[in-house]
């Protein structure tokens, strides 16, 4: 959107402009709340780091919304806007889907912006670190969501698996063999994209790595990680990766 030089505030806006405007502002706040994150990470270590973001994001959600619901006229309780309540539960489930794939829409363009810049070495790269961060902080979402307790053992890792974004996007399936979880990836959105054109698989596995491993550390440290398969490994019809989950306590 082209912006004329004579303006110079938002009354001198459009509605369109300032609509634009409106979703750049936003934009801006949810890179300040990350940012935020990522120094005290920094300065601080990632435990204490996840504990700010708890109280930082517990009140920025409640003022946040009391002041939206102020301005556009809807009712709120504690940081949720009532019309997400009042949606049908096949209206929600439709939302928390719609989200889920606007999550893996940007993490691919994301991975395109470096790739196309710099190659695919590079974007890999970036994107091996960056699951080695998002897998705790969404472990530690999904724990604080379901009110798990410090060590829910592979019962609560079973159960946090199906709210991770892509829970609902991909299938999915676990089994128990004796003191171990199994895990299998039956139908991936990613590579099933790939396979309908013919691709080979993507090779993720020095991500899935990361990812898995420190999803379930972030659900229970007592759980140790190991592969079973995950591209380029060959791997069965029924899966495209699987990962063994084991307490040896249990």
Known sequence: MNISNDIFR????????????????????????????REVEHQMGFEKALKAMDYA???????SVKRLAQVLEFAQEDGVPQPLVDLTKEKQLEVIDAIAKNWLAQDGVWFQAVEFADGMNDAKRCNDSTWGRF?????????????????????GLERALNFRMYGRLNEQSCRREGNSLIFEMNKCRVQWARVSKGLDDYPCKS????????????????IKTTCVGC?????????FCAWKFTIDEE
């Open 10 to 37: 938002a009354e001198d806006m459009t509605n369109e402009q300032r609509a634009e405007y409106i979703m750049e502002m936003l934009h801006r706040m949810i890179v300040h709340h990350t940012l935020w994150f």
């Open 57 to 63: 994001w517990s009140r920025t959600k409640k003022i």
């Open 135 to 155: 897998s705790p902080f969404e472990a530690w979402s999904i724990k604080n969501l379901l009110g798990l307790d410090e060590h829910p053992g592979l019962e």
């Open 207 to 222: 991500a899935g790595l990361v990812e898995y491993a420190r999803f379930a550390k972030g659900i229970d440290d007592r």
């Open 231 to 239: 591209p380029p490994d060959p791997h069965p019809e029924g899966w």
